[in-house]
């Protein structure tokens, strides 16, 4: 299975070359980075398990890559429920920093778009697996339903109903403001975050705001989200009161504008937010360390 415009030949370099897309691909169906790199390493380990007739005879090497990296997913995705059952607290993605913030790392090889948001794979959990798999590889990678058909083993009609189910659930999240508007709104929730202005914190927070946290049972944290602007303004105030020495960088995350809190260098906090009519509406801080890896440089 592979986009029209594109092929792939069955030489090692010509595989290898599948394997930013593969990633791409994995991160908007599992929204870990770790995992999405063990899902294309299985996908790789299985062609090369293939016998040498075997390889020769598959036409496009790149669709049967995605392919089983799709199953693959499939199969996790299918599982995550009971993982994230046993997970401590909330489970959010991984968050993702951008280039500038990057040595080397996994995250270099995901392309950030409006797909890969917080706000956007937030969404994406709201998803059955099936449901997920159709909508990411037809409405975000462009692939057809009669090849997605493969992954999920499912018809074509069957595979439209599902993208077509996950789309709605898509439509009715809130538009999200210009990058502009985000940006000004995220460094004044900053500054009075700094200054421990709760006046201008509740201003800036929608009377219905809600902040998740995700500490996965390594780093205290709030196992439930906390709901309305005043409460998570005195929450933020509460964490500054606690934390001496801990600074505030404005960062993007997953290519959208958001803050970072480090201690002594080290990133303690990576925060999103959703921003509407110029309040902030949703924070997700992840400060599970091993979410973090990325960001450490």
Known sequence: MAPADTGTDGTAGGIAGE????????????GSLAESEDAVQEAYARWYALPQARQEEILSPGAWLTTVTGRIC????????????????AWLPEPLPDHAERDGDLADHIIQDESVTMAFLVVLETMTPAERV???LHDVFRYPFAEIADVLGRTPAACKQLASSARRRVDVAPAPMTS???ADT????????????IATLVALLDPAAVMTADGGGLVGTVLRPVEGGARIAQYMIAIADKAPGLELLERSVNGAPGLVAQRGGVVMTVASFEVTDGRVTRIWAVRNPEKLRPWAR
Do not use: H
């Not at 394997?19 to 599992?30: C, E, F, K, V």
């Open 180 to 182: 502009a508007g985000q």
């Open 186 to 197: 995220v460094r004044r929730v900053k500054e009075a975050w700094e200054t421990r202005d």
């Open 19 to 30: 394997r930013r897309q593969l990633l791409n691909i994995a991160y908007r169906l599992l």
């Open 74 to 89: 499939l199969d996790l995705l299918g599982s995550a429920r009971a993982r994230r059952e046993r997970y401590v607290g």
């Open 134 to 136: 159709a909508f990411v």
